[in-house]
Nanobody
Framework: VQLQASGGGLVQPGGSLRLSCAAS???????MGWFRQAPGKEREFVAA????????YYADSVKGRFTISGDSAPKMVYLQMNNLQPEDTAVYYC?????????????????????WGQGTLVTVSS
């Protein structure tokens, strides 16, 4: 699976951004997600969505502020980020699970995801 993320940028605290990720290749029944990595920190899970869109899963740090959604044709995943705070500053990565991998085994570990896109930088600063 090839992934192309976009939508990052500079935003003031309290502002919003919407990230997009286009997936191509073997995307049949593939769950997708977003991770982020701040300078000097490990990559951390942000959100994931099942291949059908029926299930979503969020990190506690973004619940109530971020919303993950997707389209099936073409295969897209979005991350709507509201009320952004400086601690949300990071490079955001789109990721996809292996085709037909079991959504109910997803824990938010990077090992749950087989494919990764290039990152898109989100900077929250006044």
């Amino acid at each position: 699976v090839q992934l192309q993320a976009s939508g990052g940028g500079l935003v003031q605290p309290g502002g919003s951004l919407r990230l997009s990720c286009a997936a191509s290749g073997r995307t049949f029944r593939t769950y997708m997600g977003w991770f982020r990595q701040a300078p000097g920190k490990e990559r951390e899970f942000v959100a994931a969505i099942s291949w059908s869109g029926a299930y979503t899963y969020y990190a506690d740090s973004v619940k109530g502020r971020f919303t993950i959604s997707g389209d099936s044709a073409p295969k897209m995943v979005y991350l709507q980020m509201n009320n952004l705070q400086p601690e949300d500053t990071a490079v955001y990565y789109c990721a996809a699970g292996a085709s037909k991998a079991d959504w109910f085994l997803v824990t938010g570990s990077p090992r749950d995801f087989a494919s990764w896109g290039q990152g898109t930088l989100v900077t929250v600063s006044s």
